[in-house]
């Protein structure tokens, strides 16, 4: 790796030095601090709200329902979200009034003395059987079907049925949410962590009945969100957009600490397939017909999007000619759940990887066996009837086998379980591709916007919505742009995200702004080119004298240089209907493996090492694409193994503090190691695809998978805890799957 | 109480509520470098060093801190190379971690010159990353430790 | 109203305070502000007492004052070649970070039932030294715990150390702490063991954490080794024994059922070093 490809982060100094701001980190003079009071039922209505005679209101800035200027929503997909419930409401935790002080200790006592008096609702119910169950109600909110042949009617020689089901899991960014909002002189600006700032300009302009243009929203370092800052800063946004209204000229900073950031932000959507599996003898797969179901909560937020890319990864990077995805999103009276990376598809994904064990095991063949005889190559028709070009899955298969000494593995782990009395080892693999971009036709509504401000001196700035928060985006967007003005990396920054500055390139989501943006402002730089070459006399090549040169003539004869460009949609087509076509701009594919040890004494599942191997188009910087990967597959382990969100009978996180809600530590981590393929074939920049998400799909079904096989038990659900090991192996004893302990 | 204390080798004295946390008092004196993160001491994003020892600075009284040696990573030297090996080994991503992270990782280096993965894994527990899977850190500790 | 903060220097007057005073003691400070600390409360800090500071070696065992901090007990030579089990339990509490400043007498007095080095303090057979104005008293540890959160040490009382005697050589010590992941963790599970193989059975005793509302000695299950292994003291016997010491709970951690058996697992772990048993698991 030479200094050209792993140049450092645009971040890294601010960072390792504490000097990047967050939103705590502000510190505006005479700031007022803000909470908000919340509904305790898991439904029902709100049927006075009752404030302490004990404390002087007049002191306080006081928000309720009746003071939104604009309407009453969080704007979403849908608007059925109330920004401050004023009558009837769906879960606990909903917000009802708003406070702010310039005193932390008195708006605690003053937020001590509201009592919201709640009527409860009809029977709040809080899983996607019951859900199901009352489905009649209109309680689905979204069903998609992606259809290829005739799975129904397929018949196959050998069937499996299996459910598999998914856990909620909490992004536990390390930075909770927070936002801080001053109106003056007609103008909302407002600072804070987020991953898309016109989301967070459209949903306060909708709100307060501003125009957009008086509603600007400026992110700050964003201390981690993975998904979680896509939606729900929004909501934070209004509110402290709300109190700023009424105290015009201050400051208010609505900051949560964990425990409320835990309890009421999203979650991903917890998941359960039932997957039906058919093959002929010789393990080729005849059908797959696969009823997928999301937990949604309580109002429609992000659930259809995260369905969607549900739905299109669940059949997998196979061979099939018979494929039906049936895909809900059902409601229910927890808070809602929402975008985490991956989206739907870590998921899906999950029930497929471990039904094709289950299907290998009823076959009599390995699971390797299995998806070698079935993974997409070169010229397959994928189940969303995409044909696949440049792509040699069982390829991948193999070459991680091999690189992770697989066979070798294989043979020591029967070695120590033929050995050893307290514990089992076993090797798990998981095979899986990851789409980059926003799903079917969405990156052609989206129609993003992106460009470049060229300074008079040759120094650059990326100007677009998209946020740094920590995937390291200043840096490759600063090397795709210098790599295509051929100018040093240091001349190019990325501008701040203020939507009174950049243009709307879209939100930070989905894998999408190294691929999607990237591409855009490569065409910009192109752009750039043109114009210097033809009004500032850029010489064809250039070097970066010459392109500093160039920017002072042309700066000199025509003024400021900026350029802007548009995303360009592919000539292919996305039937929404069938959900056939092409659902995304590309693809990366991967094949992981994991190898466990489970300890019989306390059942406790240790991951001893992990291997990840991706095809990816093209890598633009080392260093950050491994950590991406990396970090995701540390989340994956998680969603695997520790990360189980308990509910409390209201329907919130219970285990809502750190200390309860179990994350991996360092010392929870097996060495994670990671490789790379480059084919050139992405959509992106020089061939690269998005990989941010990638990760979150391989581990829990590669690790359950190793379990199962370490144990000859049948575990189909994350996460899997030690008490659920535990019973698994007493359920498993004197059956088929006895365990000589 | 009189609180009078070093924080990054500047020397302090003033009347505090001995009660209140080193964490706020910190921040309060522009070591933003200091991070909360969960309030209760699991997640290190506000560890420091006091008197050499790493700390959950959310977690200590400033009665605690009296003639106590306080370093956040303010005080670090610019030519820090551990910090450094942070930047370009992929050690930092969000950076809400990191700073803790990296006194962390000092304390580690202090303590044991060329710690092994074990080692590290034992050191870094208290400071937990969302981001990086800790490969990062890692290269960036071994980097630093090499000779 | 703002609170009180004492933080005496020398032993006298921190107890006259004590007797004084309805103030919550401090040491570390470690389970006082992540449990949610009143800055408007009283407090009676003992952080700076010299007294409760320290670990010696004397003929009844080794006293270590209830200042010494888990990483001092984790590194101290004595403590890892005389008390290897308190040198494991307080390498297990917490993180480094928090090593770094919870104290011993601060983990036994904050009484949870999931602390980590109170199993040791049982198995070892620690005597536990409260000071108060009336002078100095010692305790069997196992009569410190009285009930969930509650301690036989008075209200003018404070802990001042712990006299912990040094197993025979040739006895057999086991600790495990079974939490909610490898490090860091809060326990479902602890068991130490220490003791030996006398004539007939096992002369051990057994201390558990997260058991039960108090940490628990298993004096049933020790009685039922110290009969050999014979007739009266099968697995099955050995079981039952050990569920009629323990009462373990469902809560956010764990589940009854999964305490209760990996409790017996760790048993049968630990009897394993005794070839009378090494074919417990």
Redesign the interface.
């Given at each position: 790796m030479n200094a050209r490809e792993c140049p450092p982060r645009k971040d890294g100094y601010d960072k390792v030095r504490g000097r990047a701001r967050y939103v705590a980190d502000l510190g505006r003079a005479d700031v007022l601090h803000a909470c908000t009071i919340r509904t305790r039922l898991p439904g029902g209505r709100v049927a006075a709200v009752h404030w302490g005679p004990e404390v002087a209101w007049a002191e306080y800035v006081v928000v309720t329902g009746d003071d939104i200027p604009g309407r009453n929503c969080v704007q979403m997909i849908t608007d059925d979200q109330p920004a401050l419930v004023k009558d009837r409401f769906r879960h606990a935790g909903e917000p009802v009034v708003l406070l702010a002080h310039p005193d932390r200790r008195a708006l605690a006592q003053a937020a001590a003395a509201v009592r919201i008096e709640e009527e409860p609702g009809a029977g709040p119910v809080f899983d996607i059987d019951a859900a199901l169950a009352r489905a009649a109600d209109g309680t689905v909110f979204q069903e998609y079907e992606l259809r290829k042949g005739d799975a129904a009617k397929a018949a196959a020689e050998i069937e499996w049925r299996g459910t598999y089901v998914t856990g909620a899991q909490e992004h536990l960014y390390i930075e909770p949410q927070g936002m801080v909002a001053c109106y003056q002189d007609g103008t909302l600006i407002i600072e804070g962590s987020m991953q898309c700032p016109y989301y967070v300009q459209a949903a306060v302009a909708v709100a307060t009945g501003l125009p957009a243009g008086s509603v600007r929203i400026r992110p700050c370092a964003t201390g981690g969100a993975f998904g979680g800052k896509e939606e729900y800063p929004s909501h934070i946004a209004i509110h402290a957009a709300l109190l700023a209204l009424k105290a015009p000229g201050r400051s208010v900073s609505l900051i949560y600490d964990r425990a409320e950031d835990m309890a009421v932000t999203p979650k991903r959507h917890p998941s359960r397939s039932i997957v039906r599996l058919g093959a002929d003898r010789h393990g080729r797969l005849r059908f797959m017909d696969i009823d997928f179901v999301i937990d949604g909560g309580a109002y429609v937020t992000l659930s259809p999007v995260v369905l969607s890319r549900g739905v299109i990864h669940a059949a997998g990077p196979y061979r099939c000619p018979h494929v039906r995805v049936r895909g809900r999103a059902v409601a229910t009276n927890h808070p809602p759940f929402g975008a985490f990376r991956g989206f739907g598809a870590p998921q899906s994904i999950f029930a497929l990887e471990c039904a094709m064990d289950d299907l290998a095991r009823h076959l009599g063949v390995s699971p390797v066996e299995l998806r070698a005889r079935n993974l997409l190559g070169d010229g397959d028709v994928s189940p969303a009837g995409q044909r696949v070009e440049g792509i040699d899955m069982p390829g991948i298969l193999r070459r991680a086998l091999a690189h992770s000494a697989y066979d070798e593995r294989q043979k020591a782990c029967r070695a120590w379980n033929a050995r050893e009395k307290r514990s089992r080892r076993g090797l798990g693999i998981a095979t899986f591709y990851h789409g980059a971009g926003f799903t079917g036709n969405g990156e052609r509504h989206l129609a993003s916007r992106a460009g470049l401000r060229v300074r008079a001196e040759g120094t650059v700035e990326i100007l677009c919505s998209n946020t740094e928060m920590g995937q390291g985006m200043q840096t490759t967007l600063a090397q795709i742009v210098a790599d295509a003005l051929t100018i040093p990396y240091d001349w190019v920054q990325v501008a701040v995200a203020d939507t009174g500055d950049v243009p709307n390139s879209g939100p930070t989501v989905a894998s999408r702004t190294c691929m999607v943006v990237g591409r855009i402002l490569e065409q910009a730089a192109a752009d750039v080119l043109e114009r210097l070459r033809a009004q500032g006399g850029l010489p064809v090549p250039h070097d970066p004298q010459a392109f500093a040169q160039g920017c002072a003539r042309f700066h000199a004869a025509c003024g400021p240089l900026v350029c802007m460009s548009e995303y360009v949609a592919p000539a292919s087509a996305w039937n929404e209907a069938t959900f056939q076509g092409a659902p995304y701009g590309s693809f990366a594919w991967a094949c992981y493996v994991a190898e466990v040890e489970v300890d019989l004494v306390t059942y406790a599942v240790t991951v001893r090492d992990f291997f990840a191997l991706q095809e990816v188009g093209r890598i633009v910087h080392p260093v950050v694409a491994a950590g991406q990967i990396e970090g995701g597959i540390a989340q994956g382990i998680g969603f695997a193994l520790t990360e189980k969100v308990v509910f409390g009978a209201d329907g919130v996180m219970a285990n809502n503090r750190v200390t309860n809600y179990i994350l991996p530590t360092s010392a929870d981590l097996p060495p994670i190691r990671v490789v790379f393929e480059q084919n050139g074939q992405g959509a992106g920049p020089r061939g690269a695809t998005g990989i941010g998400e990638l990760p979150m799909d391989g581990p829990a079904p590669a690790i359950v998978n190793a379990i199962n096989a370490a144990l000859g038990i049948a575990l189909s659900g994350v996460p899997v805890l030690p008490e659920d090991v535990m019973a698994a192996i007493e359920g498993a004893k004197g059956g088929r799957h006895a365990i000589a302990l | 109480?009189r609180l009078r204390c070093s924080v990054n080798g500047r020397r302090l004295a003033e009347t505090v509520?001995?009660?209140?946390?080193l964490l706020d008092y910190l921040r309060a004196r522009g070591?933003?470098?200091?991070?909360?993160?969960?309030?209760?001491?699991?997640?290190?994003?506000c560890?420091v060093l006091?008197n050499g020892?790493?700390?959950?600075s959310?977690?200590?009284?400033l009665?605690?801190a009296?003639d106590a040696d306080v370093l956040?990573?303010?005080g670090?030297p610019d030519d820090d190379p551990l910090?450094?090996h942070?930047?370009?080994?992929?050690?930092?991503?969000?950076?809400?971690?990191?700073?803790g992270m990296?006194l962390?990782a000092h304390?580690l280096l202090a303590e044991c010159p060329r710690p092994d993965?074990a080692r590290?894994?034992?050191?870094?527990?208290?400071?937990?990353?969302?981001?990086?899977?800790?490969?990062?850190?890692y290269r960036a500790i071994a980097r630093a430790a090499a000779p | 109203m703002s609170g009180r903060w004492w933080r005496p220097r020398d032993l006298a007057c921190a107890l006259r305070i004590r007797a004084q005073e309805p103030a919550v003691c401090v040491a570390g400070a470690t389970d006082l502000m992540a449990g949610g600390w009143d800055p408007a409360g009283s407090y009676l800090d003992l952080s700076a007492l010299a007294a409760l500071a320290g670990i010696r070696e004397t003929e009844a065992g080794i006293e270590i004052g209830a200042l010494v901090t888990c990483t001092a007990l984790g590194r101290h030579a004595v403590i890892r070649a005389r008390l290897p089990l308190l040198a494991q339990s307080a390498a297990a509490t917490g993180s480094r970070a928090i090593q770094n400043r919870a104290t011993l007498g601060g983990n036994v007095m904050n009484a949870s039932p999931a602390a980590d080095n109170p199993p040791v303090l049982l198995a070892y057979g620690a005597q536990v030294r409260l000071a108060s104005e009336r002078g100095l008293r010692s305790l069997p540890y196992e009569e410190f715990h009285t009930g969930y959160k509650t301690t036989a040490c008075a209200a003018d009382e404070i802990v001042h150390s712990f006299l912990v005697p040094v197993p025979d050589a040739g006895s057999h010590q086991y600790f495990r702490k079974v939490g909610t992941r490898r490090a860091q963790a809060i326990s479902k599970v602890t068991l130490a063991l220490a003791g030996q193989a006398g004539r007939e059975g096992l002369c051990v005793r057994i201390g558990l954490a997260s058991v039960g509302p108090v940490p628990v000695l298993a004096r049933t299950a020790a009685a039922v080794l110290r009969a050999g292994r014979t007739a009266a003291c099968t697995r099955e016997r050995l079981q039952e024994a050990l569920q009629a010491d323990i009462a373990p709970q469902d809560d956010i951690r764990s589940t009854r059922l999964y305490r209760d058996r990996v409790a017996f697992n760790l048993l049968k772990e630990a009897l394993c070093g005794f070839p009378t048993w090494s074919d417990a698991f």
């Open positions: - | 109480m509520c001995p009660a209140d946390r070591c933003t470098s200091v991070k909360e993160g969960c309030g209760e001491g699991e997640c290190g994003a560890a006091l020892r790493l700390v959950n959310c977690l200590v009284p009665a605690h009296e956040t990573v303010e670090l910090s450094g942070f930047v370009f080994e992929g050690g930092t991503q969000c950076g809400m971690c990191t700073p990296v962390a304390a993965r590290m894994q034992e050191a870094l527990a208290g400071n937990l990353c969302r981001c990086t899977g800790f490969e990062g850190i | -």
